[in-house]
């Protein structure tokens, strides 16, 4: 079991950049999840998948927000015309089933300058 | 889903008990309550969870009171690792959780 992996770590982008962001969930892990975290707030739910479905979609994410889970295991995030509001840092939690356990990623920190 | 509230920060000496507390009053009775810490820059990490029965494991005990609107997370023996935010959360049947801001734990020596 290797954990929860997220590339890249960090990410600095210029305002109006695409950028894209990569979970890899536990293995077998049926539940992805992604959060977005702001400085000296706690994570906060933007959407989840089961296998390759995405379920739910918070209303944080906006239209330039987009999220896959192609073939149910690996997530990708990707925000579209970058603006400095969307710095912060990106979370990926996957869980075995919905009432399992999350275990998080350690999380890919984007500065949009 | 279920709001919980905690303190906003808290002090602790080194090798003494930490006792954070967290209120969750609109519990339903199948939601289980979960206990997740977050050094700086890090992803939070699982500590300890529960449903009505006191639960014990390596890092913490959790005690939830038996009408199930209030837990304790208890480090029975905090160091200065230790020092980091703490959250309470109760995540819904779908898994879909809502963090607060966390208690901030201070360890000192």
């Known amino acids: 079991d290797t954990g929860v992996s997220q590339n890249p770590r960090h990410k600095i982008t210029k305002r109006g950049q695409n950028v894209t962001f990569r979970c890899d969930p536990i293995?077998?892990?049926?539940?992805l999840y992604w959060y977005r975290q702001t400085l000296g707030q706690g994570p906060e739910f933007l959407t989840y998948?089961?296998?390759?479905?995405?379920?739910?979609k918070s209303r944080l994410l906006s239209d330039r927000f987009s999220a896959e889970r192609p073939k149910g295991s690996f997530s990708t995030l990707e925000i579209q015309r970058t603006e400095q509001g969307d710095s912060a840092m990106y979370l990926c939690?996957?869980?075995?089933?919905?009432?399992?356990?999350?275990?998080f990623g350690p999380g890919t920190r984007l500065t949009v300058l | 889903d279920a709001k919980t509230t905690q303190p906003t920060s808290m002090d602790c000496a080194e090798g003494r008990a930490a006792n954070l507390p967290c209120n969750h009053s609109t519990i339903s009775g199948n939601e289980y309550v979960y206990w997740y810490r977050q050094i700086h820059s890090q992803g939070p990490q699982y500590i300890i969870h529960?449903?009505?029965n006191n639960e014990t494991n390596e890092m913490a005990s959790l005690i939830i009171t038996e009408d199930r609107k209030s837990s304790t997370l208890i480090l029975p023996h905090a160091t200065l690792r230790d020092t980091a935010v703490y959250y309470c959360i109760v995540p819904t049947n779908a898994g879909k959780s809502t963090f607060g801001d966390g208690t901030t734990l201070t360890v000192k020596p």
């Open positions: 293995s077998e892990h049926n539940r």
């Open positions: 529960g449903l009505k």
């Open positions: 998948f089961q296998n390759e479905a995405q379920l739910e």
């Open positions: 939690a996957s869980s075995l089933d919905p009432a399992d356990t999350q275990y």
